[in-house]
């Protein structure tokens, strides 16, 4: 059972556009929300995170929103850049039982 | 900063051999150690959690006998894929952290190809 799932599976955005990522869950004991960033070759790197107990967390051009209670997030890119093509994954743990949980993550692709 | 070092980065095994691989956490006191396998088609599975102090707790479909896991302090542990075969390649990676709800640091992961 998938317990945390991406959509779409991939996407492509033109530089300058705003790309949205989306994320569900299904274990409502899930209240810490990492989202990664992984290049090609290389582990991935947290980008943002929010907890349960907020409903968006802005960092730069990158905006989580949260809705507890559909149990599901989305993460905003603003002004796309082309060195934001990776692929991003949405993970979720409970403080309670801290085993980061991954989604099959969404592959981004910006183009110039 | 916290950094979290793995080695190799990759390696080939003959299929049935054994590979070890390590991993280092610098920077920080890393309370709990994370042993995923990501899958060509990027997936996460995770193998095996160690937490300070708690015994490596393994998830369903992995195993101690297939994938021993030693973690003798703070900042080391290390994994054994034994006798490998096609199924298990893929890129290790090692998560590491300290208490809860807080950033895992990866490492660029092993890249195991088995032959």
């Known amino acids: 059972q998938q317990q945390v799932r991406q959509s779409p599976q991939s996407l492509t955005v033109w530089e300058g556009e705003t790309a949205i990522l989306n994320c569900s869950y299904e274990?409502?004991?899930?209240?810490?929300f990492p989202w990664y960033q992984q290049f090609p070759g290389e582990g991935p790197a947290l980008l943002i995170s929010i907890l349960s107990v907020s409903d968006k967390k802005e960092d730069g051009r990158f905006t989580i929103f949260f809705n507890k209670r559909e149990k599901k997030l989305s993460l905003h890119i603003a002004d796309s850049q082309p060195g934001d093509s990776a692929t991003y994954f949405c993970?979720?743990?409970?403080?309670?039982?801290?085993?980061?949980?991954f989604g099959k993550g969404t592959s981004l692709v910006v183009h110039p | 900063g916290a950094l979290v070092y793995q080695y190799p980065r990759r390696t080939i095994c003959k299929s049935g051999t054994s590979m070890r691989m390590e991993c280092q956490a610098v920077g920080f006191q890393a309370t709990s150690v994370a042993w995923y396998r990501q899958s060509p088609q990027k997936t996460f599975e995770l193998i095996a959690l160690?937490?300070?102090?708690?015994?490596?707790?393994?998830e369903q479909n992995f195993t101690q006998e297939k994938f021993p896991i030693s973690h003798p302090n703070l900042s080391f542990s290390s994994m054994t894929v034994l006798n490998a075969y096609l199924e298990d390649r893929g890129l290790y990676l090692c998560?590491?952290?300290?208490?809860?709800?807080?950033?895992?640091?990866f490492g660029k992961g092993t890249r195991l190809t088995v032959v």
């Open positions: 160690s937490t300070v102090n708690s015994a490596i707790k393994y």
């Open positions: 274990n409502s004991a899930f209240d810490y």
């Open positions: 998560g590491a952290w300290t208490g809860s709800n807080t950033e895992v640091f």
């Open positions: 993970a979720a743990t409970s403080g309670g039982n801290y085993k980061p949980t």
